[in-house]
């Protein structure tokens, strides 16, 4: 699926800035536009969050399970705060290595990213690997402590053990895992 743009927005934005793009500062006055064209505004919490664009205009090649990975051809066009025209249309951008999407129909847009962490997505992964395999394991313990008569209660000591351990790091892992992509949001 083709969405064009990409090359006619690289073009805009080095046409527009001779010796690079210039960093406004979050609390700058907005400039007039020209018409047709819309204002975006990058901002992070962290300072200098490289913005990239896909020449393009297309997504990348496949979603990517571990961020930090970016597939395709990228564009870098700023670092945060900054600010930039682009023609109307549909834009693959990228803050860091998290990609997302800006149709650009209005006069000005500011967005606030975050980008991935890939060391919140390892301790998540293994968080929830551990806490599962710990769940299962006090599962089943406690299963065979209550299948034997009279109830094993070395069994189920362990197995309760396994499921107080092996729960809350299951769901302490997949909080970590989710909240490991980087965000986008319109403001």
Do not use: K
Not at 23 to 45: D, H, K, M, N
Request: a negative charge.
């Amino acid at each position: 699926m083709r969405r064009g743009g990409g090359w006619l927005l690289c073009g805009l934005v080095v046409a527009w800035s001779a010796p690079g793009l210039a960093q406004v500062a979050p609390s700058a006055a907005p400039q007039a536009t020209a018409p047709g064209t819309t204002e975006l505004s990058f901002f992070s919490e962290e300072a200098g969050l490289t913005i990239s664009v896909r020449p393009d205009g297309e997504e990348g090649a496949s979603w990517n399970l571990v961020p930090g990975i970016v597939s395709g051809d990228v564009q870098a066009l700023c670092e945060t705060p900054c600010r930039m025209r682009v023609p109307p249309g549909h834009y693959a951008f990228l803050a860091g290595v998290h990609e997302f999407e800006v149709d650009a129909l209005g006069p000005a847009q500011e967005w606030y990213v975050e980008d991935s962490n890939e060391w919140m997505f390892l301790g998540g992964v293994t968080l929830t690997g551990l806490g599962a395999a710990a769940a299962v394991f006090g599962a089943i313990f406690t299963g065979l402590a209550y299948a034997e008569e009279p109830t094993n209660e070395d069994w189920l000591l362990g197995g309760r053990i396994g499921l107080g351990i092996g729960v809350p790091l299951t769901v302490l892992g997949a909080f970590l895992w989710a909240w490991s992509y980087g965000s986008a949001e319109l403001l």
